[in-house]
């Protein structure tokens, strides 16, 4: 079965991430997508975005990795929420599974990016 474009740009996403090549999964995302940084705290736009990744690259002191276990994409016309069990580790940390929520949007040329970005899934409620 032919792999879903969406996973493969999740895929290059969590390499670009592990990798800090920040133009790259820049590229992933569109224009004004909104990544949640953490429960209460949002990057708006690619800068604010790229601001962040390199922000939280030192967070993890330069070793950050993810993976993603399950994947579940519910999709219609342009727009496609995705569920996902994604691990994150770091050194010196135990890996974190997190229930995130992806919204990715289709653009005239028939490249999905991800407009949503939110590795936190319904936890940012737990803030409110």
Known sequence: MKEHPIIRQI??????IMAEDFDRLLDIYTGDAV?????GMNAVGKAQICQAFEKIAVY?????QVTQEALEILETGDTALVLA???????????TTRQATY?????????????IDNSYGHAILQSK
């Open 60 to 64: 993890f002191l330069h070793g950050l």
């Open 103 to 115: 919204v990715f949007v289709k653009n005239s040329d028939d490249i999905w990016r991800c407009a």
């Open 11 to 16: 895929k290059a996403a969590d390499q670009a």
């Open 85 to 95: 069990n994604t691990i994150i580790s770091a050194p010196d940390a135990e890996p």
């Open 35 to 39: 990544l949640v940084v953490q429960p």
